[in-house]
Every structure is written in structure tokens, then in C-alpha cells.
């Protein structure tokens, strides 16, 4: 069969309409309903090269539930949210499980003007023998790992470009 | 369904820093993306994204007194993977400018007038035979205040799911015959001249479709493909 080659990504420029940035954020409630698990908050700043926050950048998520299955009927695991004039986000969520040989873990993808395609990277809880962690060079790996901060907050900050770079995927 | 991700002809994507697009240098890694080690948690997608994100709008031109300002245009979009089947059910975020190249974004500093019944951000699922169809007016160009002469030529954003996480698209439409096309940076971010003029839409016939209003055909193609059973 004839394979198609996949459109070419472009950036979302810096007018995503913020209705469409805005109610996504929170993962714990589904069809007006909680959901099982243990509740926790996301929250992370992004900078750019010259260490100035970003506005108005989207960032996705994609988790498995506590239980570590994927898109399951009772936990939809996406969720999105978009940085304020200071770069910060925040997503609510329940900690996702481990399971099939990988560690706990929320998959993030970024959107922003400037970008020209999205940018994919995974938070991690802890260091880990995860396969996905220990593919990313020794030295920086450390940097897909979220930093706790009180009983349910791990903090994310993600630097796009320049020192502490956060490592990025492309698949 | 098993899915797989293959990685891009290297000239059908931007490599991320372009000259032309300040900002570029800004915010593209500086080290290179590398590729990871794929399982469910990547090949896995939200089945049901509407369970978070309602549909909205699709219909941006209105009737009437209310009636948005410009070129009534059609646009068929039809969404389908790398073996060329349709995605039933994908859900497709579009947003675009008015006629007079304003966004409805309150960032957009741009001297250009608001149409108060034009609001340019529609959230539709595809059929189906993977088709999307939104009736719009067709957005005017604009300046980007970047302190270069950088015009956008007309453009549509298009944010689409496919069936898995490394599916997901975020792009943009154009149209034919645009003289800004040639010089702008995001367009020709595409290198390669056959997937470049894939980004840009078809003008149907005139003699197909309704009387008032001048119908582009499209087809984005999302990251993708049925696992085939024996790997080479």
C-alpha cells in the first residue's frame, strides 16, 4: 500500500484562542464525577532560552491511571492547560500507575509561537529504571524528574532552550 | 488495532530554528530530540477527548444581520493516517482571523478592526469518511509585529487527534494562488516542494458546490499506520 507522508507541523502561533486553553486542566473530575486515586497537583514554569517565562503556551498531557492502564472508561488521562504571563501552569490530576516495564509517568507536549512543530517530553516521580528515563543521557536525565514539594504538589519546570535544557523526544 | 510511529522524511518538517522567525532561536532545543524506546504509553491516545473538550461552533460565517464580514468559503478537510484510512471521529480544533486579519485573541495588537460577528475558533469531529466541514469566511493577511516586513498570507490553524498520543497535529492551511505564500517563513519552514504544496488547499470548481460560497478541498494526513504483522 501507498504510504501518505504526514503533514508538515506548523506552530500555533501566539493567538490560540484561550477558550480553547481554558477548563481542560483539571483530570480529577470526569462527566461531573472524582475520580479514584490519589490526588495530586502539577505545577511547573516554562522559560525559554533566555530564561524568560512564556505566555499563553499549551501544554498537554497524556497519563495512564492508577492502576497503570490507558484510556480507560472511569479515567480520561488528557489534559490541557496553558502558562499565564508568568510561564506557570498548574494541572490536577491522580498519580498514575506503573505498569508493562514502565515507571510511573505523565507524558507532556508543548505548544507555543515560536515552536515551529510541538515538543514532547515525559515527567517522571522518581529515578527509575524506566526504559524511556535510562534512553536519555545520564547527565540530564535528571531533569525529567519532578521535584515534591508538600504531601501532593511535584513541581515541573520546563526550560525549552539553554542551560538545564529540558531533554525533548522526536519520535 | 496495533498502531506504529515511524519517524518523518527529515525535509517534510521544520528543523525547528528559522531564520526569518526571531522567536525560533528562543525556544527550539538546543540539544537534538532523540528518539525513544515506543510502548503503550506513546502508541495509546484518548479515544474520547470530547468527554473534556465540547464541540463548538461549526459555523463561523452566521446569516443574516449576523452575517460575518468577508468571502464566504467552504472547507472540506479530511483527516486520515499514513495509510491513506480515514479517522471517524477525530476530533478537529480550527481557528483562524477575520476578513480584515484580526484574531478574536486579546494579545493580537495588530491595527486591524474586530468583526462583532465573527468569532474565529470552531471545535468539530470528522465523519464518517474522516471528513470535517466548517463554513467560514475567508481570513484576510496580516503583519506580524516582529519589526520585519513579515506578512502571514491567509492561513486556517488546524489542531487535530489522531488515534494515538504521537498522532496528535498541530498545523496550518493555505490557500492557492497567494502571492504571500512564497515568502512566508512558517510555510516554507517545509522544505520539500511536494509536501510544502500539500499544506496548501484546493480551490473546487465553481460549477460544484453552493452558489455563494467558494469551496476548498483539503487532507491532512496524522502520524500513523497499522502495524504490519511481520516487520522487515
Redesign the interface.
Known sequence: ????????????????????AAG?NDLTV??GQQVEGEKIEIRGRVV???G?P???LVL?I?Q?DPSGR??TPDF?????AATDASGIYVFRTVKPGSA???SA?V?F?I??????????TVMFFEESGD??FL??EKS?RHRLVAKRQGANRYVFDIR???GE??????? | MRYQ?D???KD?????V?PG?A?????????A??????????L??????L???AT?RGDLAGSGEKRALGQLIHIRARI?????APVPGAVV?I?H?NAAGK??????TNDAPPDPNFY??A?VVAGDGGLVELRTIKPGAYPVRDGTSWWRPPHI?F?VWGRV??S?????MFFPGEPLNASDV??N??RDPA??S??IATLLPTTQGPANALVFDYQ????G?KASASMP
Request: glycine share 8%; with cysteine.
Open positions: 500500500m501507498k504510504r501518505l507522508v504526514p503533514t508538515g507541523e506548523m506552530t500555533t502561533g501566539p493567538f490560540f484562542p484561550r477558550e480553547f481542560a470526569l462527566d525559554q532560552g533566555d524568560k512564556l505566555d499563553n498537554e497524556w495512564a490507558y484510556d480520561l488521562g488528557w489534559g490541557r508493562d516495564g514502565r509517568h507524558n507536549l505548544l507555543s509561537s515560536g515552536l515551529m512543530r510541538q515538543l514532547q526504559p524511556v534512553s536519555v540530564v525549552l532552550r539553554g535544557e529540558t531533554p525533548f523526544f522526536d519520535d | 510511529i519517524p518523518r522524511p517534510t518538517q521544520s528543523q525547528g528559522e522567525y522567536y525560533t532561536a528562543q525556544r527550539w532545543p538546543s540539544r530530540l532523540q528518539r525513544r524506546p515506543l510502548t503503550v504509553s506513546e495509546s491516545g484518548p479515544q474520547a477527548v468527554r473534556r473538550l463548538v486520515v493516517d499514513e495509510d491513506g480544533e481557528w482571523c484574531y478574536i485573541h486579546p494579545n493580537d474565529g475558533a471545535r490553524h489542531s498520543w504521537l496528535r497535529l498541530v498545523t496550518q512558517i510555510l519552514a517545509i509536501a510544502r500539500r499544506c491532512i494526513v496524522v502520524r499506520r
